[in-house]
């Protein structure tokens, strides 16, 4: 079956750089997404990696690597409003289903 | 445009009560997918329509849960009987790519 990893909290400065790492088992999948939640709203989408490598935008970027099974998201020059819950999740090759991950909850101390 | 709609915002019922939440998703969309949500958790996947049908129901846990999209845009769950423990936020995305855009979701409390 499929299943995502990553840490169930994270915390960070205002105006620093955070990574939320986020590991997976599937057996093929088209690419890792990242979604951003806060609370009591609906998840917002932020990347999607269907390669290897980094793709950016703006102040969040996203990364890929196939072969090591892994991906995380870097936020850049945090801002309070950043404080949120991050989900990665795949889309699975054979089905079509979008699994998610727990989610990493990010704390922005002032 | 509009985005997805989920009606009813908030829905409180009584144990073994039918309920049915509703989903208007962007139009256009073909790919239409149910989730839901208790505190503290991902979005745990439940079914995917590709148009009309029913591509991927492996996530509905019983047969309680039923979901249908008769005309391909707007689609309905269905729970029987429900029970406590289906209290949770059930939330509903559409996507015509790689980008779920999700609805705001129903707040569902079995009591």
């Known amino acids: 079956g499929q299943s995502l990893e990553q840490p169930s909290e994270v915390t960070a400065v205002e105006g620093a750089i955070v990574q939320i790492n986020c590991t997976y088992q599937t057996s093929g999948f088209y690419g890792l997404s990242w979604y951003q939640q806060h609370d009591g709203g609906a998840p917002t989408f932020l990347s999607y990696?269907?390669?290897?490598g980094l793709e950016e935008t703006g102040r969040f970027s996203s990364f890929l690597s196939r072969s090591d099974s892994y991906g995380y998201l870097l936020l850049q020059e945090l801002q309070m409003k950043d404080s949120a819950s991050y989900f990665c999740a795949v889309r699975d090759r054979r089905d079509d289903k979008i699994i998610f991950g727990k989610g990493t909850r990010l704390h922005i101390l002032p | 445009g509009a985005g997805v709609s989920q009606t009813p915002s908030n829905k409180v019922t009584e144990k073994g009560k039918y309920v049915e939440l509703r989903c208007d998703p962007i139009s256009g969309h073909t790919a239409l997918y149910w989730y839901r949500q208790s505190l503290g958790q991902g979005p745990e996947f439940l079914i995917y329509?590709?148009?009309?049908?029913?591509?991927?129901d492996s996530g509905l846990p019983n047969d309680r849960f039923f979901a249908v999209r008769p005309e391909g845009s707007v689609s309905t769950l269905k729970i029987q009987r429900t029970e406590r423990g289906d209290s949770a936020m059930y939330l509903c995305a559409s996507s015509k790519g790689n980008e779920q855009f999700f609805g705001p979701g129903t707040r569902l409390t079995v009591l």
């Open positions: 329509f590709q148009g009309t049908g029913a591509a991927d």
């Open positions: 990696n269907a390669l290897d």
